[in-house]
């Protein structure tokens, strides 16, 4: 189920859950893809954090990362406390 979340900057961003999954994951979790204008995030979530009737949007974007970013990786030339 796709949900919709106004942020407090007034982007209108689109959330809804993508099929893949870490492998040990499937049964709990749920990965997320919020997706806005020009720009394309993604979260992984307990699958009852999700599927509540009203789950925390807010929290959700902002826990989430770029697409095929990862918090762990340095982009070189690029200080890593400004990456996130």
Known sequence: ???Q???LN???W???PRPEVRKNEVGSHVTLELVTDNETRVVS???DEWETP????AALLAR???SGASHS???PGRDPETLG
Do not use: N, Y
Not at 54 to 57: F, G, H, S, T, V
């Open 1 to 3: 189920m796709a949900r």
């Open 45 to 47: 979530c307990r699958r």
């Open 54 to 57: 009203e789950p925390d949007l």
């Open 10 to 12: 007034g982007r209108i």
């Open 5 to 7: 979340f106004v942020a």
């Open 73 to 75: 990786i340095a982009v």
């Open 64 to 66: 989430s990362v770029t």
């Open 14 to 16: 689109l959330i809804r």
